[in-house]
């Protein structure tokens, strides 16, 4: 979901290297369009192939968001995973998001295309504010942004949890103003993460961090902005379910 492995201890776990062995801006942006490219292939084939798995597909859904966490933990403290768990975690996070998105869109037509606008938005915004300076991200920054992602982590695996009790509170799952409003608060913090994930790629390469890192640096960067696209999806689910 979220971005705390881009922290300090990203750093001291990756150690440092030099020549061509080196991290790069470019070859984090390179690694970034690969797994862009395996979500994006991995999703058509769901599309063609999803009519013959209907009666299943509440448990493929289930096993690919598991397998996918339990992925995205072990890249997190194993970095030196990422040149080929990254890959494994981009098609399991693809067939999730692409069937949610199905779904949804079945519910409210062109509810997708308005996310992923939205989304695409939100990053290139957060690129140019960070390329200009307009936000830094300082050692506050960081601090303050970090806890507000534990803390939203947190509550979803509290809420993961209940919903096994059948506890769904409507303050979350439901679409009155607080809910939205909620809703809003985690989609600017999920957006505010983008600039960890750019500073990150700058400052890793600029420390000349191990070659691998390019493929963790990319790993981050795509659970944020799958994070940002399902936040987003789901504000515009409960808007639109309100009309």
């Known amino acids: 979901?979220?971005?705390?492995?881009?922290?300090?201890?990203?750093f001291e776990r990756a150690g440092y290297s030099s020549g061509t062995d080196s991290m790069t801006v470019n070859g984090s942006i390179m690694k970034t369009f690969i797994l862009g490219l395996v979500f994006a292939l991995t999703s058509f084939v769901v599309i063609k192939y999803l009519p013959n798995f209907y009666g299943s597909i509440g448990g493929?859904?289930?096993?690919?968001?598991?397998?996918a966490f339990v992925v995205g933990l072990i890249i997190s403290?194993?970095?030196?995973?990422?040149?080929?768990?990254?890959?494994?975690?981009?098609?399991?996070?693809?067939?999730?998001?692409?069937v949610i998105s199905i779904l949804l869109n079945q519910q409210y037509n062109g509810i997708v295309f308005e996310a992923v606008t939205y989304t695409m938005i939100a990053f290139f915004t957060m690129l140019i504010l960070y390329r200009i300076g307009a936000i830094k991200a300082t050692q506050t920054f960081k601090s303050v942004l970090i806890t507000a992602t534990a803390a939203i982590a947190?509550?979803?695996?509290i809420l993961f949890i209940l919903s096994f009790f059948n506890i769904r509170p409507d303050w979350f799952y439901g679409n009155s103003t607080l809910s939205i409003?909620?809703?809003a608060v985690i989609i600017v913090v999920a957006a505010l993460n983008l600039?960890?994930?750019?500073?990150?790629?700058?400052k890793g390469a600029a420390e000349g961090m191990p070659k691998y890192m390019e493929w963790y640096a990319a790993f981050g960067l795509m659970v944020t902005i799958i994070w940002l696209y399902i936040e987003i999806l789901r504000i515009?689910?409960?808007?639109k379910s309100r009309d």
């Open 60 to 67: 493929v859904v289930t096993v690919s968001a598991i397998a």
């Open 236 to 239: 515009l689910s409960k808007i």
């Open 181 to 183: 409003g909620i809703n």
């Open 195 to 202: 600039i960890l994930d750019f500073d990150f790629i700058e």
């Open 1 to 10: 979901m979220s971005n705390p492995v881009f922290s300090e201890r990203a």
């Open 154 to 157: 947190i509550s979803y695996i």
């Open 77 to 98: 403290f194993k970095p030196t995973t990422a040149p080929f768990l990254s890959v494994v975690y981009a098609v399991l996070e693809s067939i999730v998001v692409t």
